[in-house]
């Protein structure tokens, strides 16, 4: 590590850029939220606007040093997790611009340009009253833009306008070379697309444009209990299909488990339940087609109806975090995984899933739906088209159950890869990631070979290795 200290301290300085070389900023550089890669830490870097990144980059590349681009750090794979690099935060490119009614050269829709440290929370207290939104939200509101769209972004409307980096328009990304380059769909389009789901590996998001729309003043929400999967997942697929503006979002839970006599001992079994939560703009929930939409679900029972604002609505997740963290359960290893899967083949890949899952892992699961058209190619390599996204989201487990589910995700990502699936790349990747992803970049439905263009994109842009972390110890090389 003193190796290395001594040209990375020479590189900030020369780039203008003052470290942070505490212990305790360094350690918070060295695991993300999945607490189970670890790395070392040289320095911290928190560049203040998009030029002084550029000068970091330069400069560490010019030496030889290796840098770890870090948001928020929620990814769980190691991705943001230095190792023996500097840790390149972009926390303080949080400026968030006016609303744009037609920004240059992109379709003439709203738009707001957002620093890449800025979250989504302030992303949407920025747009205030009436409201506007980006189409498609995660449900954690702290991420930062330029870690989401580092990794593609899924929410409940996903199934109608994609991931979040479906609905960019325009991205300021800085090479390894450390060029600060302007990139759109059509102009200079390969770095605008190596960025997008790129894992930091391309380039440093350091700001975005994002396209808006109306959003509704209030929420009509809907859930319902299912025993049938089938009837559940088919529910899903009518919902989506009416294209009539309901966020959808799917669940299940362990309604009783126990064990069962088989030859050569007993075997643990899970009986599953299953939950359908449907929210639609209040102004739009009376009429006829929501109606019918909900008298022609198959569920056993409506569970609840209720109304809220939309701001509300987009917060309904922050008890179950604020509950991790009052638990201790936020700081615990969380492995998460989240597969997609052509919608065709989602009940197959559940199915089987469900059946592996230990106890460890607990419940309250989830499955969204993924509209393929005009996504990253690198978000989904198989070119599959309209997708199931399976979460696996275990709030927290003993220590020493790790191991135990470590294995359990190496046999999930097999199991996708044999339902002609996916990762999403946001979480553990596995025992081997760099075997996962032979297989996740392999040929497309096309025939064509999406790993080496990844790889000759990541040469390309960043031809000196500079972006390294914990997931990718030697940068392109790895």
Known sequence: MQVALEPALFALKDAGVSPFADAATRASAERDFGNVAHGRCLLVAEPNDPEACARVVAELGRRGVGCTVRGAGYGQGGQSVANDTVSLSTRRLDAIRP????????????????????????????????????????????????????????GPTSHRHGPV??????????TGAGELRTCTPTSDADLFYGALAGLGQCG?????????????RAMRSFSFHYADPDA???????????DIGFEIEGFCWAAARGSRSVPGGRQPFTHWMYGL???IDRDLAAAAPARNLLASLRAERKLDEHESTFASYLHRYEPRFAGMVESGAWHEAHPWFEGMVPVERAG?????????????????????????????????????GKLALLGIFPVAFARTALPKVLRCVDDLTSIFLETNGRRYLSGWIGSDPAAYFCAHFGDDAEGRGARDTWLAARRRFDPGSVFRSALFPRGNAS
């Open 99 to 154: 609303v744009d009614a037609a920004p240059a050269g992109a379709p003439s829709t709203p738009s707001i340009t957002v620093g890449a440290g800025a979250t989504l929370r302030n992303v949407l207290l920025a747009l205030g009253e009436p409201q506007l939104a980006p189409p498609a939200l995660p449900l954690n509101l702290d991420m930062t833009v330029g870690g989401l769209l580092s990794a593609g972004g899924i």
């Open 204 to 216: 440093v998001i350091t700001q975005a444009t994002l396209g808006l729309h109306p959003a509704p």
């Open 232 to 242: 559940w997942l088919l529910d899903q697929l009518g919902a989506s299909a009416t």
């Open 165 to 174: 980096a479906a609905n960019v328009t325009r991205l300021d990304v800085v």
């Open 277 to 279: 939560h449907l929210a």
């Open 348 to 384: 197959e890949a559940l199915a089987r899933v469900l059946e592996r899952l230990p106890g460890e892992v607990g419940d309250g699961h989830r499955l969204m739906l993924v509209d393929g058209r005009g996504m990253p190619g690198l978000f989904d390599p198989s070119r599959s």
